[in-house]
């Protein structure tokens, strides 16, 4: 089966040491992913399985297995050279929109001038010859930083905030930012939530009630009564319910109670909170910037077009102002939506934060009622810590191992137990 670069990442956060439950808890993998992925894993990098007195196994992995599988599969080598490449490609993206933006206006406002200065000498040409020079009635600044820095002393303060912050957003990068945003807040949500129950149900020894699970799912009232939410919850972890002597059901993950080593117990949210999703992570200067110059944009290709509209002049100055024409739909369907794409996405950020504030609020109202415990849900509460347990598998308890021959194991079990029969029999 393919390798799992998540099942990678969680055997690397564990030290390399692990069992399926702690790689389904660190990596948000239901239980038999994480158990067909850390085989597989094992197999291709000549991992070692450890078996404990009890039948339950540990995988021991060599700290170099990632150098050992690029060095094995030319597919994985290819991944860590795209993993290295795509940032630039995806920068050189982003800062894409921004270079057009601005050709677009330097080609809308060059064009203009010279269709100007064109028609200026028609009107003139008598006193032109007279004078020897044109002076067009349009004037265009060569400076086309001026755009960008209209006021030294706010240029002055943008460069000392960069360097203050080096992670802020270049002017290109916030032109992106302002036409689609900066990605899912939320991406992560099911990995956030399935790692948060998992470590629910281990600071709990294994046992949970549903209620306790509530926080982290979707759950409305109707669902409350027949607790028909837990079910994705024992699928993904292989539990499995009890039930009271007083009827109640309480949830019961004897896999996730295996650990390969005793670590202290992760401190874990209340409740899974989603991110709201945000405009842009731009600047405000920057995104008023962004407008200022879509606008100037759409006026440019307005004005072009009331002296291109016959298509004439384009005809008969050819050139740049030919070829400004001959594009020109693109430029004013890039216009229009340099605008028209942020406001859509504005108005459809709002209706999907107000469902996230829902969600949330939903959660943390669980959350609260789990804090303060009736007694029937305490009494289930109870009931389920009878069941809670945790099991490590340290060298101590090992009876197994593919790290040694399995003669030589073996012989070491027989004069250990010699060895204890020896002082049992003294003592006698």
Not at 62 to 82: C, D, E, G, H, I
Not at 338 to 366: M, T
Request: aromatic letters at 10%; glycine letters at 8%.
């Amino acid at each position: 089966m393919p390798l799992n670069s998540k099942i990678m990442t969680a055997v690397e956060q564990l030290n390399y040491r692990v069992t399926v439950g702690d790689v389904a808890t660190q990596a948000g993998l239901d239980i038999n992913q994480s158990e067909r992925g850390l085989l597989a894993l094992a197999s291709e990098v000549s991992g070692n399985l450890q078996v404990s007195e009890t039948g339950e196994i540990a995988y021991l992995f060599p700290k170099n297995f990632r150098s050992v599988l690029r060095n094995k599969y030319w597919r994985l080598r290819l991944q860590a050279l795209w993993a290295k490449i795509w940032p630039a490609i995806f920068y050189l993206i982003r800062i894409s929109f921004g270079i057009f933006l601005m050709v677009s206006i330097v080609l809308i406002f060059v064009a203009i001038a010279i269709i100007l200065i064109a028609m200026s000498s028609q009107d003139n040409r008598s006193s032109n010859r007279r004078s020897g020079s044109v002076i067009p009635r349009f004037w265009i600044t060569p400076d086309l930083f001026w755009f960008f820095n209209p006021n030294p002393r706010y240029h002055r303060q943008q460069v000392r905030r960069q360097h203050r912050d080096p992670d802020q957003m270049n002017f290109l990068e916030a032109i992106f930012s302002f036409l689609f945003g900066d990605g899912n807040p939320n991406a992560n949500l099911e990995d956030r939530r399935w790692q948060k129950i998992g470590t629910v149900i281990r600071k709990n020894g294994g046992a949970v009630t549903g209620e306790q699970l509530t926080p982290y799912l979707e759950v409305s009232e109707s669902q409350l009564e027949g607790e028909d939410y837990v079910i994705p919850v024992l699928t993904h972890f292989d539990g499995r319910p009890e039930v009271s002597p007083q009827g109640k059901i309480i949830y019961h993950f004897p896999t996730l109670q295996t650990t390969a080593k005793a670590r202290q117990q992760q401190s874990s949210s209340t409740c899974l909170q989603e991110d709201p999703w945000k405009f842009s992570q731009a600047g405000s200067g920057q995104i008023l910037l962004a407008i200022g110059l879509g606008g100037l944009n759409l006026v440019g290709a307005a004005v072009l077009w009331s002296l291109l509209r016959d298509g004439t002049v384009a005809v008969q100055l050819g050139g740049l102002v030919g070829f400004v024409y001959s594009i020109f739909g693109i430029l004013v369907a890039y216009g229009i939506g340099f605008l028209g794409i942020p406001l859509i996405r504005y108005f459809w950020i709002q209706g999907r934060n107000s469902k996230i504030n829902a969600r949330n609020q939903q959660r943390q109202a669980w959350a609260t009622a789990l804090s303060r415990p009736d007694p029937a849900l305490q009494q289930k509460i109870n009931y389920a810590q009878t069941f809670a347990a945790q099991s490590v598998v340290s060298s101590e308890n090992l009876v197994y191992t593919t790290e040694r021959d399995l003669l030589e194991q073996d012989y070491e079990r027989d004069a250990i137990e010699a060895e204890w029969q020896r002082r049992l029999n003294s003592t006698e």
